[in-house]
Structures are given as C-alpha cells and as structure tokens.
C-alpha cells in the first residue's frame, strides 16, 4: 500500500492469529525512535488502515475493538437508545464520577494521592454489547438456525449463552445469521443492545510525570470490549444531557479511527470535539493533523 506521504508499504497480517507479524517500509527506519514523529504516524496509519482492509474485504476480526468504526458505532447507537432508568444503571457512576469535578456529586472513586492535578485523570469504563436475534427482522430464521446447531435463544442476548452452549456454535450461527441479512443488504444492527459494563476506573498523570492506568474491579465479561469510554473532567450536565454527550463523544471516536488511519471520516462522522486520548495528543503535537478536538478548528473537513 501507500501511504498519504508517497511511501511504499508492505504488510503481512498472519490469518490465525489476525496480528500484523511483517512491515516493511524503504522510505522509514526501521526503529521507531530513529523516524520523525510524522513518519511515525505515517506507518501507524499504514497498519491500521492494513488491518481495516482486510477486515472489510476478507471479513477477518483483523481490527482491534477500541479502534474498529463499526462496533464503535453500534455501542454508539445502542446507548442513544437506551432508557433512562437503563441508561442511568449503567453509566450513572461514570456521569457521577464526572459530575464530582464540578461539585455537584459525591466521588464514586477517590482520586489518588499522587495525582498531579484534580484535572489529570481519565475516566474509564468497558462496553459489551449483546445480540438478540429475535428482535430482529430474521427471527425466523434466526430460530431455523439455533435449532440446526442445538442453541437456545430464550436468553436475552447471545452473551448470556455463552457460559453453557459451544462459542463455536454460537460463532457459526452469528455468521449464518449475517449472511442472511447480507443477501437482503440489510443489517442486523436492531438486535444489539448495551449488555453489560466494567465497573469504572482510572488513568492519571501524578507529581513527577509518570502515566498511570489502572483496571476496574469488576468487569462484565472475560473478551476484549466493544468499546473503551475514555472521559477528562467536563462538564457533565444532567444525566440526559450526558446521554447525548456520550453519542458524539463516539462520534468523535469513529472519525478518529478514520483520521489515523488517513482516511476521511464518512460525512456523519465529520465532527470536533474529544474522542480518544491518544487520537487527541496526536492532533496537538502533529501539524500534519487539524486540532479535531477544538470545536472552532477552521482546517478540519476543508
């Protein structure tokens, strides 16, 4: 492939273990601390873009989940629909944590002693997203399916199952359910839902500099999540208010995987503002970028 800078890529993506295991460029070091911070990106677009190609042409699960556009804009979608009383038990101590920086609401987690400034953490929490068939548009032949390979989908989503029936099963039996709704080009995005989230935690800068992440009590399900939501202090407003933010908050997360991988975000996803912190500190540092998260930034999506 080539890059946006004219240089010349090649990458392997090994099919068991979906991991870029080569990279080759002529036109970089090799050593990343012997390239420009420019060229550095440059190569990191090239594999990632590397990996969503694959994905989209070859369908393998080549893209990690905090950085794949489509399972960030289905957790995107579920959480806009999501009820109050649904929304506030699952993201209420995120929505409070924050809201504590303002005085508004008592801390969920104290913050931690060495910390360098009331404002130099990140909110973290993990997003699982479930499936239910049955609510989607192939309901029928989603229980064809479950009866061909012995499933049972009285559970509220594929999630649940999975602690009793064969995740190979399971595994094949969402892939037969896909290539339904892709004979008709549809999707199955109504079956999905908010199923569970980790507990929140943090990530700090303290006294001395030093980076520090931390991870959650408790957390969902033992698999990668959909989505990580990564929040600053801000201002959280009321819970519904929050609820809104959290959409163009992935919003901005989806343009954001766009962007590094040099691609344009598709026009829905042309928007400022915070998405992803490392995404964020390469807009500050890096002119070949505009200032994505200023609101006001004149260069973005000329």
Not at 99 to 105: E, F, P
Not at 112 to 137: C, K, M, N
Not at 160 to 187: K, N, P, Y
Not at 224 to 245: H, I, K, N, R, V
Request: charged share 30%.
């Amino acid at each position: 492939m080539i890059d946006n800078n004219g240089a010349s890529h090649e990458i392997t993506i090994e099919k068991d273990s979906n991991e870029i295991v080569y990279h080759q460029c002529e036109a970089y070091a090799d050593k990343p601390r012997n390239r420009t911070p420019a060229e550095n990106e440059y190569n990191e677009q090239a594999r990632k873009f590397a990996q969503y190609y694959v994905y989209l042409e070859r369908g393998y699960d080549t893209v990690p989940p905090e950085i794949h556009p489509e399972r960030i804009n289905a957790v995107r979608e579920a959480i806009a629909a999501m009820s109050d009383d649904e929304f506030e038990r699952l993201f209420g101590d995120l929505h409070q944590q924050i809201a504590s920086h303002q005085g508004n609401a008592g801390r969920v987690l104290d913050l931690p002693e060495d910390i360098a400034g009331p404002d130099s953490v990140l909110y973290r929490q993990h997003v699982y997203l479930g499936f239910d068939s049955l609510d989607t548009a192939y309901s029928d032949g989603a229980q064809d399916l479950a009866a061909r390979y012995g499933l049972d989908l009285t559970g509220e989503s594929v999630n649940e199952s999975e602690a009793t029936d064969d995740i190979d099963s399971w595994r094949a039996f969402t892939e037969d359910l896909g290539v339904l709704a892709a004979d008709d080009d549809a999707t199955l995005t109504e079956g999905l839902s908010v199923d569970g989230v980790s507990s929140l935690y943090m990530a700090h800068v303290d006294e001395a500099g030093h980076e520090h992440i931390g991870e959650p009590a408790e957390d969902a399900y033992a698999r990668e999540p959909d989505t990580l939501l990564e929040l600053p202090p801000m201002e959280a407003g009321t819970l519904s208010e929050f609820q809104d933010y959290l959409n163009h908050n992935l919003a901005c997360q989806i343009r954001d995987c766009f962007v590094r991988m040099g691609l344009e975000p598709p026009e829905p996803f042309q928007v400022l503002g915070f998405g992803r912190y490392e995404a964020a500190e390469q807009y500050r540092k890096l002119e070949m970028y505009p200032n994505y998260i200023d609101p006001e930034e004149e260069r973005a999506f000329a």
